[in-house]
């Protein structure tokens, strides 16, 4: 309801719509945030740093939404084979994870930064 209420819905007010986006954006760094915390308890060798993860994750969201690849790929034998051959201790996510939680936050985190630049901008023309 909430990725609904900030990126869908063209009835909310204004400030509700920003407010949400920031709620996105935060649940999205909480969850990495515990993620973290889970793996660090697992000493594995095969486990990368939370961070890669996180930008690995902001990178191939960015990369199927420009390149319109469906996100059912991700799912797919050979391109989970591809990651391993690149990094065995990464893990994508599945397409529901990605399709719902990381784009949703990629889009919060790009409206947000619209918004601000629109707030502090003067003298604008639309052409």
Known sequence: MKPHLAL???????????????????????????????????????????????NANKALVRFFVCCGIPFSVVDSPFFIDFTKSLCYGYEPPKR???????????????????EEELRNSTNLTLG
């Open 8 to 54: 869908r819905c063209t009835e909310v007010p204004h400030h509700i719509k920003v407010e949400y986006l920031h709620i996105i954006k935060n649940n999205d760094i909480s969850s990495q945030q515990s993620t973290q915390k889970q793996q660090s308890k697992s000493d594995n060798n095969d486990k990368i740093d939370e961070l890669k993860i996180e």
């Open 96 to 114: 529901t994870t990605l399709s719902n939680r990381h784009l949703n936050a990629e889009i919060a985190t790009i409206t947000l930064k619209i």
